[in-house]
């Protein structure tokens, strides 16, 4: 794959994630999508980066905050925003909503309402792989909140213990809704956490796609060897609330214009422009480009019918 | 101390099911300075669901302490600083959670007092919400009652009115024993009335919130304003509906729905859980041991569909018991003649 | 796959009940190269009741895999191992432990298939065993069957003989949905009748144990050897009793249970688990709901006492049904007189 | 307190658990003890230098092999015995025996039935006492096989945010049943876990009750001065199998016979002597005291009756 069409890539899913979030926080506040949303925009780099690194019979488990993580590898965007409008066309009949999102046909294991929840699961996938003797691998994101739960830690020891290829990558968005890191961990860094169960690990910029992609290459070479596990944490911060009703007000100001200026859409442009060697023009068409598609699959989903009772209970509820 | 039921028909203060219970744990924790709260967003978040709102500025970080996401352990912490003489309310957002403090609940907390001879005691409260609402989907929106009404050493109360809610969670909080507090997340906002003077309901004392004498509805928490609204239209119709809320369901208050049943002859039981053992199956199943002889009818009872909660809303709302469901089992239970 | 269940009379070879289970493991894993095993002392070990015995030596270390304490998150790599095409065999050494486990089952295993509209498919077995036995006290003796039978996406099942064991383990491995499959520890020496040749149980198919006319006793486990001995004596008196087992507890065999409550047109039903909130109550209450006209008296339970099991060998006798409590309850439900 | 008198504690606690134990192996082995029974033969110098270290206000929480943790903390014999052969007279009335011994009076918490279920109840403690503004501490005891349980992790990580009064004591016995602790984590110092928690940390010798003392002593300032809390890891071995039954196959000879030549309580023993300034003669005469002591507490628990089943379900079930 040349340059161009490494970064083009690499954009599309950044920039897709950040419209389909916009979009659908727009269609949030209209009253067509209810329930807890809540969005990556901030963290889009995370799941780009580490996705991009990925071969496509690998897997990955995914949080509450999930959407940027079915994007980036691969997810159909119509089938998620018809899931997040309760759509019978969605991933999940219109089942699952936002935090209930899998996509088994790319190894996407699933969203999840426990925080925490999801890391056992991708210990599964580990332990899959390793019976089988395949060289696939797997990508466990989390947030510093799912840190303090006790089945990271037991599932760091497993994998540890049984040397899966199970890359733990920690979106350290320095808070679990509004409770900042600062105050549910004496440290900061979390990858430190990792050392004791000796498991390798790592803290890196969470914001920049290329540095997340690089390392998470460099994880899974050590994973596809039979060295694994391995531990990657992503600094990061969110663009907002933790929801889309949470203002965040407790986010201060400095720390968020800090990472506004380091925002991982506006990066990955500039990767696309200096390494991919798109002009300013082709990204604004490549850009209006994405926008369309997004609109048309918001209107497929606003005009899909809901799944109706009879086939809910009749074909659906076993 | 005694605890009493005294109800100040002169006030009628109106306030809402959070502000209820927000006043009970701020009167406690007046009280009483071995009272806390304990649980993620409670202090300066003031809880999701606003219940704790205002306590950090009154009790300060000591009494009022935020969590990491480590439910297991700062429950488990709260059932240690029972037994060292605290008096601790540990919230859990959904009771969707419970599934992780069950070792903390069941078997620590539950059979403390039994594996001491009665020596130690574990006076806990646990406050959590459950049912569905709102398209929460299925892991915010469970209803599991009937797990915690299956563990000797356990109570559970499940208020349906700010003013239960109020005063059975200052008598909950001064009980020597582990309290399971569940709340229901689509009664926070809604509204009753209070008096603002100190009282309290006895753990194990039900109600009858609605007199009648055809039939017998027993039903709590968040089923009982629509099994009350169902016994409205009920009445319309010339059928005269009494409806129960034991309030708690352990101790459950056995003799006011056996009185109920058997001037009655006739019961439906209506909870928002999952049919498949639920704890109407229990009190069915208790009603036919103690009233066979009474009823006219087999006990029914209207429950939630055997599924995950959908996030779509419409089967949201299919899939747990609705108006019509509870007016169709009334008519069908009084409509029931012997083979 | 076609599961049909066939009872070779003619082979009449008698081994363990651990025996038929470890047959069953050891056939399915020749079988099928993605069903592993997986808990605590499982390999080295055996596995403490020595279910597993010799799986090591026959399949390796990759395949019979030996845990640390961390009962969470080997059963959500099972669950996550299932999602990704294998067949798990997660054992969890005490049904008192699976409190750590429950959000893996219920919050992911029991609703995956539906959060993924049926595109994820959970094929694990947890297999576990509960029941009080030999002094092991509160926190080793807990019969828990009620939990899971509450959770809509879960399979129970709980054999009370070396036959259903085998039949039933290998039908719930070939199964693509979670069970649970909960032994007894006090029935891993029983022995009986298993056939060499290969056989399955359906899941859902229970089995009259003791054809009678007078009454019907419903039990499961442990409690079927129970309610037969119960039988014989009662058949001495004259009272010719029904013994059913439902073998599996999701799914249930309604048809067996409501055929047999119709016919002797009275019923007993006979568990372990603490009375209250007990699956017992839930299969009272479907058959005073479908054979309401049917019943000569109320369906009568026989249960264990509200109470931590003791360890002290005569009060944890006396905290779980005996014999004489079966045949007391099966006299008094004979001898019931309409008002 | 006189130097004399210090040892002669620690000697007599010592030599207690391990003639408590050895009887109460004979009285298994006659059918009189019934259930699970976990002896602590071999780890003594761990209950014993901890708990000497302790105030008469402070807590400690065992585990399932508790015996050694209650006598240390000053348990009455007479009691224990007839819990564990399930008479009325017992801590509990006979119901909860071994695993359940729990004595309020002196702040034992309790044995536990659930491995690692008792480390949170711990923290509750330091919690109680953070709270009240006490300058009580906890010893929460455990081993490694409870290290790999989730609440390990996220207790040690609530320990550390709030500035508990806490000692983790980690009776490193490098066995959890018949697994070895190489089979369960990657590095067999699990004093390391605590590090990426913040929390302070340290190896010592278990065996050796002085080490055992002082390091909790020093912990213990730390805890007491709110600066806590401190891990211990007290590197142990069992003398024998994981219970009465279990002969311990699995345990490889030159293992056991190095931990064997470190006798905890031969190695108290010679303290006694050596800086206590006890003669053999005395020490002998003092170990004889003790087995009486003991041989009339079996006595006792032997001759009481059991709780009646009346008085069972009309007043203590309630
Ligand atoms: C076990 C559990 N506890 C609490 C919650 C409620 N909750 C939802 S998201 C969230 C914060 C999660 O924080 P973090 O893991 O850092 O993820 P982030 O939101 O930052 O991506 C909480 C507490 C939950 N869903 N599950
Ligand atoms: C949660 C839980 N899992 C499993 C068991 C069964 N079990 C009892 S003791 C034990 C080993 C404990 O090992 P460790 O924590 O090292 O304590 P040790 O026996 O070495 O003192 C196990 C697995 C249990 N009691 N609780
Ligand atoms: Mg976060
Ligand atoms: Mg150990």
């Known amino acids: 794959m040349s340059?161009?069409?490494?970064?083009?890539?690499?954009?599309?899913?950044?920039?897709?994630?950040?419209?389909?979030?916009?979009?659908?926080?727009?269609?949030?506040?209209?009253?067509?999508?209810?329930?807890?949303?809540?969005?990556?925009?901030?963290?889009?780099?995370?799941?780009?980066?580490?996705?991009?690194?990925?071969?496509?019979?690998?897997?990955?488990?995914?949080?509450?905050?999930?959407?940027?993580?079915?994007?980036?590898?691969?997810?159909?965007?119509?089938?998620?925003?018809?899931?997040?409008?309760?759509?019978?066309?969605?991933?999940?009949?219109g089942l699952g909503g936002s935090m209930h999102i899998a996509d088994v046909a790319t190894g996407n294991i699933g969203a999840n309402g426990i925080v925490g929840g999801g890391i056992p699961l991708g210990i599964g996938a580990g332990l899959s792989i390793s019976i089988?003797?395949?060289?696939?691998?797997?990508?466990?994101?989390?947030?510093?909140?799912?840190?303090?739960?006790?089945?990271?830690?037991?599932?760091?020891?497993?994998?540890?213990?049984?040397?899966?290829?199970?890359?733990?990558?920690?979106?350290?968005?320095?808070?679990?809704?509004?409770?900042?890191?600062?105050?549910?961990?004496?440290?900061?860094?979390?990858?430190?956490?990792?050392?004791?169960?000796?498991?390798?690990?790592?803290?890196?910029?969470g914001n920049d796609v290329k540095v997340v992609y690089e390392k998470t290459k460099e994880a899974l070479e050590v994973c596809r060897s039979g060295r694994g596990p391995f531990l990657v944490e992503a600094k990061t911060y969110r663009q907002g609330g933790h929801h889309v009703n949470d203002p965040g007000k407790y986010m201060p100001r400095e720390k968020l214009d800090y990472y506004m200026s380091k925002d991982p859409v506006q990066t990955g442009r500039k990767y696309l422009i200096n390494e991919g060697g798109f002009s300013e023009d082709e990204v604004k068409r490549f850009e209006t480009e994405i926008e369309n598609e997004i609109k048309e699959a918001v209107e497929f989903a606003k005009n899909s019918p809901e799944l109706s009772e009879e086939k809910y209970f009749n074909e659906i509820v076993i | 101390m005694t605890i009493s039921e005294k109800k100040e028909n002169s006030e009628n203060r109106v306030i809402m099911y959070r502000e209820a219970l927000n006043e009970a744990i701020m009167e406690e924790m007046k009280n009483d300075d071995t009272v806390f709260v304990m649980g993620e967003g409670v202090a300066e978040r003031g809880g999701s669901y606003k219940v704790t709102a205002g306590l950090l500025d009154e009790f300060g970080k000591k009494r009022v302490i935020d969590t990491p996401i480590s439910e297991a352990s700062f429950t488990g912490a709260g059932v240690g600083a029972a037994i060292t003489g605290m008096r601790p309310i540990v919230e859990i957002l959904f009771i969707d959670f419970t599934v992780l403090i069950m070792d903390q609940i069941v078997n620590q907390a539950a059979k403390y007092k039994f594996m001491t001879g009665g020596k130690g005691r574990v006076p806990i409260v646990v406050r959590t919400q459950g049912g569905s609402g709102n398209g929460l989907a299925a892991q915010h929106s469970q209803s599991l009652e009937a797990w915690f009404y299956h563990i000797p050493g356990l109570k559970v109360v499940m208020p349906s009115t700010p003013y239960d809610a109020k005063g059975l969670l200052k008598s909950a909080i001064r009980d020597d024993d582990p309290v399971m507090f569940i709340e229901h997340k689509l009664l926070y906002m809604k509204k009753g009335e209070v008096p603002e003077s100190e009282y309290f309901i006895e753990l194990g004392r039900g109600e009858i919130k609605r007199k009648g004498k055809d039939i017998t509805i027993i039903s709590w928490s968040n089923m009982i304003p629509r099994s009350l609204s169902a016994a409205e239209r009920l009445a319309e119709e010339g059928i005269d509906v009494e409806v129960i809320d034991p309030r708690t369901l352990v101790p459950l208050d056995r003799k006011l729905i056996m009185d109920s049943v058997k001037k009655t002859r006739n019961a439906v039981i209506v909870q928002e859980a999952v049919r498949r053992g639920g704890v109407a199956s229990d009190i069915a199943s208790i009603i036919q041991e103690e009233a066979f002889e009474s009823l006219d009818a087999p006990v029914a009872i209207v429950a939630g569909k055997n599924t995950p909660i959908p996030f779509n809303l419409r089967l949201e709302k299919a899939s747990i018991p609705q108006e019509k469901d509870i007016i169709l089992a009334v008519k069908k239970t009084l409509n029931f003649k012997i083979g």
Chains 1, 4 share one sequence.
Request: contains cysteine; hydrophobic residues 40%.
């Open chain 1, 132 to 205: 089988r003797g395949t060289e696939q691998a797997v990508v466990i994101f989390f947030s510093d909140g799912a840190s303090n739960n006790g089945v990271f830690a037991e599932s760091l020891n497993l994998a540890a213990i049984w040397n899966l290829p199970v890359i733990f990558m920690l979106e350290n968005n320095h808070y679990a809704v509004s409770t900042p890191i600062e105050e549910a961990s004496r440290t900061e860094d979390l990858y430190k956490r990792a050392e004791g169960y000796g498991v390798f690990a790592t803290a890196i910029d």
């Open chain 1, 3 to 93: 340059f161009r069409e490494f970064w083009r890539d690499i954009y599309k899913n950044l920039y897709t994630i950040r419209v389909f979030e916009k979009n659908c926080i727009r269609l949030y506040r209209q009253g067509l999508i209810v329930g807890y949303f809540h969005p990556y925009l901030g963290e889009e780099a995370i799941a780009v980066g580490a996705c991009a690194a990925l071969r496509s019979d690998d897997y990955i488990v995914s949080t509450h905050r999930g959407h940027g993580h079915c994007i980036a590898r691969g997810g159909d965007i119509r089938k998620m925003l018809a899931e997040v409008l309760a759509k019978e066309a969605g991933y999940c009949y």
